[in-house]
């Protein structure tokens, strides 16, 4: 492994902190580039030797190993859910040892879906003793790669926070810490919340949204729309485009919730299209005015 | 009526062109504002005489009423449809006696559907003896009314252009005489076309999208997504506020286009649910990679 070619985190004025990161795709390599045009020192891991030689390019000093995990004050997870997964356990027993020792690092996932990962991460993280938390920034673009990572991609986004059951004070240093090292990635808002409300609500706001945008180009006049277009059939389409593999991933740990939302927007579909094929304008009205009047009330809510 | 208070167009190094705009709505109130912005003098017609009098304090010099039409070079209908052609039943008589003495305006509505409106038109057209021509501006907000309108409103945007069945040279210079007078607006690109396409798309690429908007907005799990949701919730929820008196109209004029297109989207997302119900992930990746596909390759058409 290259871990040997790591330095001492350079001392001076102030000692740079050092972030770790798993996984350097658009949300990995977003955070280390952040971190690193704040001046922290970022490590990283990637299963692609090629990505981690792009990004030790300009970004990351050095390679996340064993050795190095031990100087790390965060560790952000931003693999696919089950590569996540495996690498806590392989490193539960180490990070637990140096937490015991004092000096462990906080420990998040950046997974789009919270059930899978935080049941087992909270259970190592309990066992082995060291801090975890689950996290969703709430960021991202129809592009991926560690190519289109940027380093404000995280700013003024919304970030989602997925506490383990503690006690209130625990639980309030955990998130204080949170705050305190998540600073340089500059989040707008945050929200806390349990796996299965972030996992309930996310089936709605992210994957509803991605499912829809990609079935909407499967119509045979989409090939035909030629210079017919707004902007409204660019904003339903413009994350058609999207990593397929890991969708299916996060769409299919979640199935349960994404299906029953897919169920309810047939549903509503099929209610402006029975009204349709009656000529029942006055019903076609009403059901508009519903989604208008909806839609507003959200938009107020949000405001306040 | 207010007619009498219209001055004649003013006189200098060149006369002022003058439009006439039916129907003060966000668009034709935003190609009141484009041509007056552009130097010419404008008349309009509203059925609410308090958006009349608010456009005529910057905006609109003048009523446009049987005395005024002589004068226009142009004439904007911008009402629901079926105001439009109650307009051109009104005046056809009038407008045809003026083309007949070689002064006639170039009429032009802007109608979100072409079947209904572009049918009576070039039948009045053709009986009266004055030039029509259908369009489709593909630009809008999802605010409606003059209070919304904009002089940039159709800067760079689409135009559909709808000519009656004419011989060759016939068809050209209408749409020479079109493209000059409509320059003021500032579109971006102009495609020609004929209703009965012009209807077919425009259900999938507008109409659709504002039903699937609208109907996204109605799952139980939106009232609690506070903080939860990124680009792609709201992109896909930006037209659910909507006109409904309107769209009602223009949807269930083109209610067969747009029922086979709900059916088509319905039929897609239901493949993805029987994937997640299922837990079949390939197969979910595959319809994924597929959407993923046709939409690279529609945006690559796009740029073509």
Redesign the interface.
């Known amino acids: 492994m290259r871990g040997g070619d790591i330095q001492p985190a350079p001392t001076g004025h102030s000692i740079p902190r050092r972030v770790g990161v798993v996984g350097l795709g658009l949300i990995g390599g977003s955070f280390a580039r952040a971190y690193r045009a704040h001046g922290w020192d970022v490590l990283a891991w990637d299963t692609d030797a090629d990505t981690l030689d792009a990004a030790r390019v300009e970004t990351v000093s050095g390679v996340l190993d064993q050795a190095s995990i031990t100087s790390c004050d965060l560790i952000v997870l931003a693999a696919y859910p089950a590569a996540c997964i495996a690498w806590l356990e392989d490193h539960a027993g180490l990070l637990g040892k140096i937490s015991r020792e004092g000096a462990g690092p906080l420990v998040i996932d950046t997974a789009g879906i919270k059930r899978q990962v935080c049941e087992r991460a909270f259970a190592l993280a309990e066992q082995h003793g060291f801090a975890f938390l689950g996290t969703h920034p709430?960021?991202?673009t129809e592009h991926s790669g560690f190519a289109h990572a940027r380093a404000d991609l995280f700013v003024g986004?919304?970030l989602?926070l997925v506490p383990p059951a503690l006690g209130d004070i625990e639980r309030l240093q955990l998130l204080d810490r949170a705050y305190m090292l998540l600073e340089p990635a500059g989040f707008g808002?945050?929200?806390v919340?349990t796996p299965e409300?972030?996992d309930?609500?996310?089936?709605?706001?992210?994957q509803?949204?991605?499912?829809?945008?990609?079935?909407?180009?499967?119509?045979?006049?989409?090939?035909?729309?030629?210079?017919?277009?707004?902007?409204?059939?660019r904003?339903?389409?413009?994350?058609?485009?999207?990593n397929?593999?890991m969708?299916?991933?996060l769409?299919?740990a979640n199935?349960e919730n994404?299906?029953r939302?897919?169920?309810?927007?047939?549903d509503?579909?099929?209610?402006?299209?029975e009204a349709?094929?009656a000529?029942d304008?006055?019903r076609?009205?009403?059901?508009?005015?519903?989604?208008?009047r909806?839609?507003?009330s959200?938009?107020d809510?949000?405001r306040h």
């Open positions: 709430m960021a991202g986004a919304p989602v808002s945050v929200s919340t409300e972030h309930a609500v996310i089936a709605f706001t992210s509803l949204a991605h499912v829809v945008s990609n079935a909407y180009v499967k119509s045979p006049t989409a090939r035909v729309h030629h210079g017919f277009s707004a902007g409204s059939y904003d339903l389409t413009r994350v058609a485009h999207l397929a593999p969708w299916a991933e769409m299919c199935g994404l299906s939302e897919i169920t309810c927007l047939i509503a579909l099929d209610a402006y299209r349709l094929d000529g304008r006055d076609l009205r009403m059901l508009l005015a519903d989604g208008d909806i839609k507003r959200l938009d809510d949000n």
